[in-house]
């Protein structure tokens, strides 16, 4: 599951057992803020989720009556996104009716040991999606929905979207079609032989579209939904609008930062390195987007693809990572970011069957709630509550609605890095120090800006591959009923034309500059 990806086994480097001890003085860094340099408008809606269709399987999974998860999106954001797709929806088929017979669909990949695709094809019915649409109206959120393209037909799927679309109505963002077609013709996929290319691809596509279209007048698409090519995106963007015109509504595409999870490779310092391919394919896809006039939304992603990495994707690392990346995406053009997850079973069967990151039964314990790298963990039964990832998407809410600004960071060598946004009667500023040892003594030129008072949340936890005791100023989300309110705020006098404060090594703050 991989635009902007690191699928590609990373640099080898030692692994991070937790934070490393404070081995000296506290860095000076300084920071500087621009506020008349505006990098992007971050939208209301640019936190979300993203889930596997086929968790869409149980219809009670996603419904307004599941009030423990209805509180925890709400807690996140009032208005979300929910991408649903995946693998999985490569094998969901719509069954309209209780009658109806699942189509028989033979693929490639099918009963193959190196195949990380789904071996099973699972139903999807109108329950579900009615149930969906309470959930949304519930919890405020709005969705994109995903269309079988693997798998699917142009008939099949103009039946299902007529459905979604009259169900969810305004609460449908657009539909997607398919779930990293670039990757289609990948030994380790093979729903496409080997040669098929973005021309297949697009041509493909462009039926679907067109079939949903007749049934759905109004229907609006956004695509390519990548894993790995933002090439894919920009000819994309260049190519499906000279056809459907205003109905290509979004750009897609997906992240993962590491992978596979049993890679040695794999390690909390790595995930907290720098990945300058996200410069470089963002530039690429923001500038295809301006062109076309799209907005680019990373649809799915996470720290480490196939369920991530146990004491890594769901600790203090993966919340720092996290909230580094969300901010680092919306500085470059980015306009939503969708964290994948659910519970381990339903993540297992969209990649083949296994997590390969499971060491143990006590892995597999935990996973049952939510696979590693899950933000929330729970179920309808037993309740929800937020993994650390989800303290990351918290603070990273805060920027919802702002402006951000160009900043410019001098961390002295430390693994550092800051954003700043102007809101309304003030700024948000977040600096994450991803090092493991070393702790920052900042300095925040607030120059030409007019700062009276000033407050800061701090997002902490043990260690750096701590999975309990993660906080976002000083407090946690109540599991269940996700109640959370913050009781550690510091006040900050600004001396002079600047903020003074300290960041200790694998942490993060979050400071409101009124």
Known sequence: ???????????????????????????????????????????????GFSIETAQ??????YDGGNLSAVALYRRLSPHGVLRIGGNSSEFCWWKATPGA?????????????????PQHFTAITPEAVDRLRGFLDATGWNCIYGLNFGTGSPERDAEEAAYVAKALGPKLVYFQIGNEPDLYRDPNNLLRPAGWDFPDYLGEWLAIAEAV??????????????????DWVVRFAREAPKRLGQRIVGLSGHYYASGPPNSPAVTIANLLKTDPHIAERMTAIITAAK???????????????????????????????????MLDMAARGCKGINFHGGSGSQIASSVGGTLPGARNAADLAIARLGTFYSPVAGNRAEGYSARPLFYAQML???FAGT??????????GANATAYAAKATGGYRIAIFNKDAARDLTLRVDLAGIKANVAKLWRLTGPALDATQNITLAGAEVTHGDAVWAPK??????????????????????????D
């Open 1 to 47: 599951m991989t635009t902007l990806d690191r699928r590609t086994l990373l640099a080898s480097g030692a692994a991070l057992a937790g934070t490393a001890a404070f081995a000296g003085p506290p860095v000076r860094a300084a920071l500087k803020l621009d506020p008349a340099m505006t990098l992007n408008d971050i939208p209301a809606d640019y936190n």
């Open 56 to 61: 869409l399987s149980d219809p009670l999974a």
């Open 101 to 117: 017979t699942q189509p028989v669909i033979k693929v490639a990949g099918h009963g193959r040991a190196d195949n990380y695709m």
């Open 213 to 230: 279209s007749k049934r759905v007048p109004a229907a609006k698409f956004g695509g390519p939904d990548v894993g790995s090519s933002a």
């Open 291 to 325: 062109a076309a006039g799209l907005n680019f939304r990373m649809t799915e992603g996470n720290s480490c693809y196939r369920g991530g990495k146990p004491d890594m994707s769901n600790a203090l690392a993966a919340a720092l990572w996290g909230g580094d990346y």
């Open 396 to 398: 990273a809410e805060r």
């Open 403 to 412: 402006r951000m600004i160009a900043t410019k960071l001098d961390a002295a």
């Open 488 to 513: 550690q705020i510091e006040k900050l006098a600004p001396q002079g034309s600047g903020l003074d404060l300290k960041v200790p090594h694998a942490s993060a703050v979050l400071v409101f500059v």
